[in-house]
């Protein structure tokens, strides 16, 4: 059985920093990519990032390109996502998501996520 455990997750004054870490247990399986999803309360899912397992390429969404920096560790399974300039519209729980399976494009992670997921990190940004 495959399990995400997230963590990094806390409390932050604006413009504040925080690195998230996602770890997968559970293998072996074969991963194409790696990605970041949040939600905060009352509000859609929202994708931030994704990275290719066996290469460099890195896919973001525009509202947190520039802020936030996703990037890998494939000797520890492991996803971060660093975030800088943190804002209170920040705030949301953060979910780390694998696909195992190839794909044509890692773009297509941010409307169709891969099958695995993690519990979620909460971070609060304060004012």
């Known amino acids: 059985q495959v399990q995400l455990v997230e963590s990094g997750g806390g409390l932050v004054q604006t413009g504040g920093s925080l690195r998230l870490s996602c770890a997968v247990s559970?293998?072996?399986?074969?991963?194409?990519?790696m990605a970041w999803f949040r939600q905060a309360p009352g509000k859609e899912r929202e994708f931030l990032a994704t990275?290719?397992?066996?290469?460099?390429?890195?896919f973001y969404a525009e509202s947190v390109k520039g802020r936030f920096t996703i990037s890998k560790d494939t000797a520890k399974n492991t996803v971060y996502l660093q975030m800088n300039n943190l804002a209170p519209e920040d705030t949301a729980a953060y979910h780390c998501?694998?696909?195992?399976?190839?794909?044509?494009?890692?773009?297509?992670?941010?409307?169709?996520?891969?099958?695995?997921w993690g519990q979620g990190t909460q971070v609060t940004v304060s004012s």
């Open positions: 998501n694998v696909a195992s399976h190839p794909r044509s494009s890692i773009r297509s992670m941010r409307s169709s996520p891969g099958e695995y």
């Open positions: 559970g293998r072996p399986f074969s991963t194409y990519a």
């Open positions: 990275i290719h397992w066996n290469s460099d390429a890195t």
